[in-house]
């Protein structure tokens, strides 16, 4: 079939393709094969050479789907990235907590829920920080766990990622709360509460990974170095959690070119 129309074609075109085009109405449908060859040579013959596109980049970014980047993670100050053996050591307990699970999941689903336990829409973006950070935090005064009692105010202080709470997320959820934690993340600092979201989160994320959740995770290592490099001492307590979760990301999620190097 292309051998047939490759010998039609030269046929089908006119000798002096060229010819006769200032007498051409663009605006008329042409009459014969000669005619339409020449009205595309005409029209061709006034575009421009160079064309230069005229991008509002605002309106790019808020109609992108993935973010996609190539950026790597900032250089861990000297003496605060982990060991590889670690590096190791946490995804072997980390694939551990996965499995668990994924094997109780069905279980930890059919418990119910506490009458103040009020999960928010998968869309409501503003519903998911307060439920998982709390009203303090969003506040500006983080909670850390030595500051809790026994008796909670969970609207103020956040709901911890209890198994009977993930356990209901689908991979959507999932997808959706793990973004907006990490869009809350890319403005502020890093929390207690907030660690522990994210890497339950984390946990419930299945593979393979579709391209949303490569981008987010990846958006999250690089936010952690990032708050990391800002760090002087090795006995900052939110190191640990930091390193911990470039260490998922990095070798769980096998995002290699994010990982600690010993």
Sequence with gaps: MKSDVEDLMPRLLPVECGAGTENLDLTEPPRNPQEYLRQVQLEASLCPEVVVAQIDPKKLRSKQSVNASVEGCHAAPLGLSPSLGWQRLQVSNFSHVRQTIAK??????????????QMPKMADEEGWTRFCLGEEVLRGSAVGVQDQEPALDYRKLGFPPFLSIISRLNQATVQTVLDVLINWLEEREFVPQLGRWLFSLLACLEKPLLPEAHSSIRQLARRCSQLRARLDS???????????????????????????QE
């Design 104 to 117: 109780n999941r069905t279980h930890w689903s059919g418990h119910s829920l506490d009458d103040n336990v």
């Design 234 to 260: 090795q006995e900052d307590e939110r190191l640990p959690a930091l390193n911990l979760l470039i260490c998922l990301v990095a070798r769980y999620f096998e995002q290699n070119d994010l990982a600690d």
